[in-house]
């Protein structure tokens, strides 16, 4: 889902907001059939189930007025949370997360939805 405000700006140019949120509901991992009644380590939850995710996005873009060069901002997955790479593992693989000698045990997390904030320019070159 997704809102965008344009302003039209008196020297023909265009100053544009973009907000948006991706959401996920819990999936369940390809065995969760089968072993729905296996917990996590911490006896919370369904053991090959990945939880809900909320992503939110913004883009703040200047236009020029003839639409030839377009500048933008924009931040991707601003909450910073990460995604779990996998369903597992199981019980008898457990992962270690946190620093110091008494790491918490964790499913583990990849890159994959960290915050990344960026800026782009576009040039039409053509007509």
């Known amino acids: 889902m997704f809102a965008t405000y344009n302003w039209g700006l008196a020297n023909g140019s265009t100053l544009s907001l973009r907000g948006d949120w991706r959401h996920r509901g819990t999936v369940q991992g ?46 991707r997955n601003l909450d910073n949370k990460p995604d779990y790479i996998n369903f597992g593992p199981g019980f008898g693989y457990v992962y270690l997360n946190g620093p ?17 904030i960026g800026a782009t320019v576009r040039y039409n070159f053509g007509g």
Do not use: H, M, Y
């Not at 296996?38 to 939850?45: D, E, I, R, S, V």
């Not at 939110?56 to 873009?61: C, E, F, M, T, Y």
């Open 100 to 116: 110091g000698p008494n790491p918490v045990r964790a499913r583990p997390s990849g890159t994959t939805g960290r915050r990344q």
């Open 30 to 75: 390809q065995n969760g059939v089968r072993e729905r009644n296996g917990l996590n380590l911490l006896g919370t939850g369904i053991a090959t189930e990945k939880p809900e995710l909320n992503k939110l996005g913004l883009r703040l873009s200047w236009t020029s007025a003839d639409d030839k060069l377009d500048v933008s901002l924009w931040g």
